[in-house]
């Protein structure tokens, strides 16, 4: 190991180095392998795409206009994983014209940030059915006031039949906001301890999350175990972020969290 990857911030470690170490008391977190930070599985700004299609800008108001329901596609049947077909649909059903006009995702467009669409579970009295309704639950998260939305759609009639919103509720990251934390601590000044490690590395500048592979996990804040700046942690959406250097070593950075609703980052206190 070179004697400068210890002055940074993120030191340079094998994948099996990061995997052993422990969580910190404050935050529980598991440690992802090699395989899961190259997985595309997260969402890359759906809510973003639609906004684009439906304006003529990225602050044009959408004309008064009825679109025509999306075409249904490819259809699975019973408790079959969702089609391309279906999912595709279901994204733009579930995505109403009020939430797609006041709505924010992680980058501060109009529109939520998509994060995941999932086979909705049977209702109590449909377990036994083999004929029940297919459904899915779209669940969006709307960064203008931190806001989860989880919508329900029948897939069959194309019915939004239950909307929930939660607050303080965090689930997985989707890989648009793993890469837009990730370009947050690019720019800021507490990630130039990555930015050198990844030079170290490959002998190249890092400046786009494109150059690395990630994974994130939701941090929460727990009273005097973090700075003041991250008290928010758990109502705003907050990432720690695990980086590694594409076909390289891991690079750590897990001291410090990026505040994805204040747009803001921060280290850990160490004491």
Request: a negative charge; proline letters at 6%.
């Amino acid at each position: 190991m070179r004697e400068t990857v210890h002055r940074h911030l993120g030191k340079v470690m094998a994948g099996a180095a990061v995997a052993a170490v422990g969580t910190a008391a404050m935050v529980a977190i598991t440690l992802p392998g090699t395989a899961g930070a190259d997985e595309s599985g997260g969402t890359t700004g759906g809510g973003t795409r639609a906004v684009r299609q439906a304006g003529q800008g990225q602050d044009a108001i959408p004309p008064g206009v009825v679109e025509q329901a999306p075409a249904e596609g490819k259809k699975g049947t019973g408790r079959d994983p969702l089609t391309g077909d279906e999912i595709r649909r279901v994204e733009r059903l579930a995505l109403d014209r009020q939430l797609l006009t006041t709505g924010q995702d992680v980058d501060g467009d109009r529109g939520p940030q998509r994060l995941s669409v999932d086979l909705a579970e049977p209702e109590a009295d449909e377990a036994d059915d083999a004929g029940a309704p297919r459904r899915a639950d779209v669940t969006f998260y709307d960064y203008r006031n931190d806001t989860l939305v989880t919508k329900t759609v029948d897939l069959d009639t194309g019915k939004v039949e239950k909307t929930g919103t939660q607050h303080g509720v965090q689930p997985p990251l989707s890989q648009a906001e793993n890469a837009e934390a990730a370009g947050l601590l690019i720019a800021d000044p507490l990630g130039a301890g990555l930015k050198a490690d990844y030079k170290d590395a490959v002998g190249k500048e890092l400046t786009s999350p494109d150059q690395l592979l990630l994974s994130g996990g939701v941090y929460r804040a727990a009273p005097g175990a973090q700075p003041a700046v991250l008290d928010q942690c758990g109502v705003h959406r907050c990432v720690r972020l695990f980086t590694k250097v594409r076909s390289g070593p891991w690079i750590d950075t897990r001291s410090l969290v990026i505040d994805l609703s204040a747009r803001k980052v921060a280290a850990l206190d160490r004491s």
